[in-house]
């Protein structure tokens, strides 16, 4: 059996918790970790210093070191069945987060064996369940989670996710107000109170969520100004013209574009809300969020497609590999670039990039310039993208912003849609979809390969273009 110096292990310790909590320094958390590692060499019997090391890699983004440091701690004999619990805990969660599903599961059930209190294990268990498309099973638990800490932002957020996946989108906005003490700390300091849907305020709402979230919930504006004296909107700069175009009717709504650093001044106002909120604020039944329509918009055009238009090409096909890096789900839905060449074993089709960003220059990092025109230079924000949809036959995009445009308009999407990532809109399984009926879901499997996913695809636009 091992033998260690807890007394300097101890020490070690102390002095990690101290750095890991002192958040004044980004640097600490690195300290703490070095000082949980020292604890653990001094003392590798000691499975308190374990856990702690799990928690600091934990949060240092380093899952795969966290659950086999989780693991070890778990072969230290003096851990009580409650300690054992938060243990296999937080290593549900990160067997999660890695995908590692059945693994994820079968340490949450022995947590709740060992303390059935625990009810960071019961948000986890219902995280596994919405991988494993059971929607009420994952909201059993979520409610459960809520049940035992009722006051947790962490486990409303959860239960709400678990709402909206279950299609119980009134209850579900209203927990989903949980994400701003949880992650949204910053709009809890405005200077008015948050709407509640009052009549005749002046409102200023803000776009919270990426530009495809702001897209979707603008189908809530004009309800917001029927009900208001006056509404502000803050957008996307990418938005505006398009929401001057389609607003242009509302004559108590004023745009202001520019969000982060370029979102200075606040308009005079009564109380804030979110494109997101809307739902809540206005108290929508869920029959009524699932029937609210698009906004209107002109049909934009582009230079004449000749110039840039594949002459032979059956079929046109726009395609985005990647999303925004802000989303939490952003490493599971993007997708490789070098798979779309495979769509070419279809003879008669034109690939052309509308990826926008830092990332739109990997098309030609991987020589790809021949195989996908590059419509780039034609996009500035939002109405170019909607010109370019206009004169192509489909689309083929990750879970990103592109895909709620395309709804907008109704131009026929494919989704390859990721094991672990998913869209509340979406679902869980792609068949009940809100807001976008007619876009086609491709299912990534548990082994989360894309591989499979585009060899569908292939089929896929075989048979269409036999149509």
Request: glycine fraction near 6%; proline fraction near 4%; charged fraction near 25%.
């Amino acid at each position: 059996m091992r033998v260690g110096n807890r007394q300097q292990a101890v020490i070690f310790f102390n002095q990690a918790v101290h750095a890991f909590n002192d958040k004044s320094n980004p640097n600490n958390m690195r300290l703490a970790y070095q000082l949980y590692a020292s604890a653990c060499l001094q003392d590798p019997t000691w499975s308190d210093g374990w856990f702690q090391l799990g928690n600091a890699n934990s949060e240092l983004g380093l899952w795969y070191t966290a659950v086999a440091n989780w693991r070890q701690a778990l072969t230290c004999e003096q851990a009580s069945a409650t300690d054992r619990a938060k243990i296999l805990a937080n290593m549900s969660w990160r067997l999660h987060t890695i995908g590692r599903i059945p693994d994820a599961l079968e340490a949450a059930e022995e947590a709740v064996r060992l303390d059935p209190q625990l009810h960071n294990t019961y948000i986890n268990l219902s995280c596994i369940w919405q991988a494993l498309d059971d929607a009420e099973k994952s909201l059993t638990y979520a409610r459960k989670a809520f049940e035992l800490a009722p006051d947790d932002v962490t486990g409303e957020t959860a239960l709400a996710f678990a709402l909206l996946f279950a299609r119980k989108f009134e209850e579900g906005y209203e927990r989903f107000e949980a994400r701003f003490p949880y992650k949204l700390r910053d709009y809890l300091q405005y200077p008015y109170p948050s709407w509640k849907g009052e009549s005749d305020k002046t409102v200023y709402i803000v776009a919270d969520q990426g530009l495809g979230d702001t897209l979707s919930y603008a189908r809530f504006i004009e309800a917001a100004c029927a009900r208001s004296k006056y509404v502000h909107i803050r957008i996307q700069s990418e938005l505006t013209r398009l929401f001057q175009h389609s607003f242009a009717h509302i004559k108590n709504l004023n745009l202001i574009p520019g969000l982060g650093v370029a979102a200075v001044g606040f308009p005079e106002a009564d109380a804030w809300s979110t494109f997101v909120s809307l739902p809540f604020a206005l108290k929508l039944t869920s029959e009524q969020v699932r029937n609210a329509k698009h906004i209107t918009v002109p049909r934009w055009s582009v230079p004449s497609p000749l110039d840039w238009k594949s002459r032979d090409a059956k079929l046109h096909i726009g395609i985005a590999w990647r999303g925004s890096p802000l989303n939490d789900i952003d490493r599971h839905r993007n997708l490789p670039l070098h798979l779309f060449f495979d769509l070419y074993r279809v003879p008669g089709i034109q690939l052309y990039s509308l990826q926008v960003g830092e990332h739109a220059k990997e098309m030609h990092d991987i020589g790809g310039a021949a195989l996908i025109r590059d419509m780039t230079p034609y996009i500035r924000e939002v109405t170019d993208t909607i010109a370019v949809l206009n004169q192509l036959d489909l689309v083929i995009t990750c879970e990103s912003a592109l895909g709620h445009i395309c709804a907008l308009i109704d131009k026929e999407c494919w989704i390859p849609y990721s094991y672990m990532g998913r869209d509340y809109r979406i679902g869980l399984t792609g068949e009940d979809r809100l807001w976008c009926p007619h876009h086609r879901i491709f299912r990534q499997g548990s082994d989360q390969r894309w591989e499979p996913i585009f060899d569908q695809l292939v089929e896929a636009l075989k048979e269409r273009l036999c149509e």
